[in-house]
């Protein structure tokens, strides 16, 4: 993205709702997504429209970020994710997708954070075994088909911002993988100084997206900084079958996962988590997390799934630094229209 394109856009929308650079980000938003439900719907996946306000089941790692409600007295949230509402539907649709927002309390006004973004979520049932290769192998198809969608429908907008169009067309699956452990070493050969259980920064990101020369995979995660309910790895206990997707400029841009389908193991896993101990001190608990734990009980059903935040695939199609210049309306604490 140009760089005056770029400190155009990361200014107030009320300026901006008439100038056809902003019209052209949406075009290029509108596209992509269009292309990730193409791919969801070639490949069988069903529509769920999930809720908006929930319990803490629709929060993601960090509860300290959720936008409270006062529900007819009761308390309430809005939504990070619908990742467990469409775990619901596994046993019986096997595929599952939605597309949504996602609220976050982030008081920071910076190039990383909103308060509002489109999330587009996937659940499916897997083999017993290999179900984190079979769930990137999709998460590849639908990226590589967002970007087809937008190469071949907003061509014009893509040129009118500055993206680089060439390289966007050299971008072909599969994406090269780097586990956790031997990240932190690249990492640390470069300068930095990391150990096992360190979670990675922007900054550690774009290393290793520029090392791997466009998306790249960082995958097994440690258990200790990842959601309760992903599955931990048989061979290394240490770690989760997670993957998240690194773009160039954006970062992470797609979270992943298998999920944990024994129940034994999944609610010793949210009895230890940081998250329901965060919970408890605003008032909650492990009740709010029983319908879950009793579906999975009666269900056991081998599951995997991913988040994509497309705001984060937009930044890295448009080529920009500031994720507010890369969707129609970036919210944050200074800006509610």
């Known amino acids: 993205m140009r760089a005056d394109t770029e400190r155009l856009l990361t200014g107030s929308r009320w300026d901006l709702l008439h100038e056809q650079d902003l019209a052209a980000v949406a075009r290029v938003e509108g596209a992509l997504a ?28 960090n509860i300290e970020t ?10 309430g949230f809005l939504v990070q994710t619908g990742q467990l509402y469409l775990e619901a539907f596994i046993p019986r649709l096997q595929r599952v997708y939605c597309m949504g927002p996602s609220f ?11 308060t509002e973004f489109p999330l587009l979520e996937i659940e499916f049932a897997t083999p017993p075994e290999g179900g984190l290769q079979v769930l990137m192998a999709q998460i590849e198809e639908t990226v590589t088909s967002m970007l087809r969608r937008a190469l071949a429908t907003a061509r014009e907008p893509l040129e009118l911002l500055g993206a680089d169009i060439p390289s966007l067309r050299k971008v072909r699956a599969p994406f090269p993988k780097i ?28 290393k290793l997206a520029a090392h791997a020369g466009g998306p790249v995979f960082i995958t097994h995660y440690p258990k200790a900084i990842k959601f309760f ?6 061979d290394q206990p240490a770690v989760v079958n997670s993957a998240d997707l690194i773009l160039p400029h954006s970062g992470e841009a797609v979270g992943a996962a298998e999920r944990e389908h024994d129940y034994g193991k999944l609610l010793a ?4 988590s940081s998250m329901l101990r965060l919970l408890e001190r605003r008032g909650g608990g492990i009740e709010d997390f029983r319908w879950y734990l009793d579906l ?20 890295f199609v448009l080529g920009s630094g500031d994720i507010r210049a890369s969707t129609a309306f970036p919210l944050n604490k200074e800006f509610l229209l």
């Open 34 to 61: 269009e292309g990730a439900l193409d791919s969801f719907m070639r490949s069988g996946f069903v529509h769920i429209l999930t809720p908006h306000i929930t319990k803490a089941t629709g929060a993601c790692e």
């Open 66 to 75: 959720l936008f409270s409600v006062d529900y007819f007295g009761s308390p």
């Open 104 to 114: 976050r309390a982030e008081p920071a006004v910076d190039a990383r954070h909103l």
């Open 179 to 206: 586990p956790y452990r031997e990240a932190i070493s690249l990492l640390n050969g470069m300068g930095e100084q990391l150990r096992f259980g360190d979670d990675l920064k922007h900054p550690h990101e774009q």
């Open 229 to 234: 309910n992903m599955r931990e790895n048989p």
């Open 269 to 272: 896993r949210l009895q230890a």
């Open 296 to 315: 999975v009980r009666a269900h056991p059903v081998p599951h995997a799934g991913c988040g994509i935040g497309l705001n984060r695939v937009t930044q």
